[in-house]
Each structure stands twice: as structure tokens, then as C-alpha cells.
């Protein structure tokens, strides 16, 4: 059945609607879209953007290598750069700093009314595709390819298995997570 789902664009589609919604509404029930919790994560007084993304990726990555292990999906690693990376870092924390959203989050604020994310956060994505389309150019040729390493995930690096990365991952950020707790965060 699920070969059959992975050979479906149209259901692909559906699925990946479905998906966006109810991540939508984990976001917002989760807390993580409020402009106080967000803050509240830089200024390290409220954990709860970390603990959610944590999990996301705890979840994600146990999941991806289940379906990997079954034949049902293949990783795509690509290459990159220490230049690419560090001008997307520049350009998500520029917009993550004067307006406390995220490109998720922001999209999430925006449908539940919050005036900033309309008024600020979609014109400030807009305008920041815009202007980063128009120096492309120059970015690719002189900043982007700098420091360029191979498409390598950690285990293949390690040349180890990937459990042997995930599951300490694993236990450490259950641990994390018990150490919060018990602070209080």
C-alpha cells in the first residue's frame, strides 16, 4: 500500500496538505507561534520551542530510518558550504531577531490574526526573497561555494551505523529533557 501511495503524486499531495495542517495546529497548540514563548526561548527563560523541536527531530529521525530500512524512502544528501551556510544563518536570524518569528511560525501567527506577522513578518519574507534573488549572483560566484564540504551524513563520516548516532541522540535528549523538568523549564 505504501508503494502504491509513493507512486500517487496526487495523494502525495493530499497527504503532504494534511500533514502541513495538523503541523500547523501542533504549532499553535504547542505554544511555540506566541511571540512571548519565542522570546522567551532567545532570552533562555522558556524551553518550550526547543523541547518541541527537539522532539520533531527525535520523532523524524527514528522515523526516516524506519522507512529507510523498509525501502521506503532514500535520503538526498547534498553538499555544502560554510559560505551558503552562513548567509542563510545571516538572513533566517536577521528575520528571526526583529520580528520573533520563524518562516513556519510567522505563517501560523499570520492565519491566526497577529497584525505584526501580516503587517511585518509576510511583506519582510517577501522582501528578503526578493533582495536575495537580486544579489544571487554575486552571492554564487563570491561568498556561497567557500568552504564547500561533501554530501556526508554524520554516520557515513563516522562510518558507523546510524543507530549508533541515534539512539545516544536519543538518550541524551530524554535526559535533556528530564534536566529541564527538574529545573523547572
Same mark, same amino acid.
Given at each position: 500500500?505504501?508503494?502504491? #501511495?509513493?507512486?500517487?503524486?496526487?495523494?502525495q499531495m493530499i497527504l503532504g496538505l494534511l500533514i502541513?495542517?495538523?503541523?500547523?495546529?501542533?504549532?499553535?497548540?504547542?505554544?511555540?507561534?506566541?511571540?512571548?514563548?519565542?522570546?522567551? %526561548?532567545?532570552?533562555?527563560?522558556?524551553?518550550?520551542?526547543?523541547?518541541?523541536?527537539?522532539? =520533531?527531530?527525535?520523532?523524524?529521525?527514528?522515523?526516516?530510518?524506519? @522507512?529507510? &530500512?523498509?525501502?521506503?524512502? %532514500?535520503?538526498?544528501?547534498?553538499?555544502?558550504?560554510?559560505?551558503?551556510?552562513?548567509?542563510?544563518?545571516?538572513?533566517?536570524?536577521?528575520?528571526?531577531? @526583529?520580528?520573533?518569528?520563524?518562516?513556519?511560525?510567522?505563517?501560523?501567527?499570520?492565519?491566526?490574526?497577529? #497584525?505584526? =506577522?501580516?503587517?511585518?513578518?509576510?511583506?519582510?519574507?517577501?522582501?528578503?526573497?526578493?533582495?536575495?534573488? &537580486?544579489?544571487?549572483?554575486?552571492?554564487?560566484?563570491?561568498?556561497?561555494?567557500?568552504?564547500?564540504?561533501?554530501? %556526508?551524513?554524520?554516520? %557515513? @563520516?563516522?562510518?558507523?551505523?546510524?543507530?549508533?548516532?541515534? @539512539?545516544?541522540?536519543?538518550?541524551?535528549?530524554?535526559?535533556?529533557?528530564?534536566?529541564?523538568?527538574? #529545573?523547572?523549564?
Amino acid at each position: 500500500m505504501l508503494k502504491a #501511495l509513493h507512486r500517487n503524486k496526487k495523494a502525495q499531495m493530499i497527504l503532504g496538505l494534511l500533514i502541513g495542517i495538523a503541523f500547523g495546529f501542533l504549532l499553535q497548540k504547542s505554544g511555540v507561534t506566541s511571540y512571548s514563548v519565542v522570546i522567551g %526561548q532567545l532570552l533562555l527563560s522558556d524551553f518550550t520551542v526547543l523541547k518541541m523541536m527537539l522532539s =520533531a527531530v527525535i520523532v523524524g529521525t527514528i522515523g526516516f530510518h524506519i @522507512l529507510k &530500512r523498509m525501502g521506503l524512502v %532514500q535520503p538526498h544528501v547534498v553538499s555544502g558550504s560554510i559560505g551558503s551556510s552562513l548567509i542563510g544563518g545571516l538572513v533566517f536570524g536577521l528575520g528571526f531577531a @526583529l520580528l520573533g518569528y520563524c518562516p513556519g511560525t510567522v505563517a501560523k501567527a499570520a492565519g491566526q490574526g497577529a #497584525l505584526d =506577522a501580516i503587517f511585518g513578518g509576510f511583506p519582510g519574507m517577501l522582501i528578503g526573497a526578493g533582495l536575495y534573488a &537580486r544579489i544571487y549572483p554575486a552571492l554564487n560566484a563570491n561568498i556561497l561555494h567557500k568552504g564547500e564540504f561533501p554530501a %556526508q551524513t554524520l554516520p %557515513q @563520516l563516522l562510518r558507523v551505523s546510524e543507530w549508533l548516532i541515534i @539512539l545516544p541522540l536519543v538518550v541524551v535528549s530524554v535526559l535533556f529533557f528530564i534536566l529541564l523538568g527538574y #529545573l523547572g523549564l
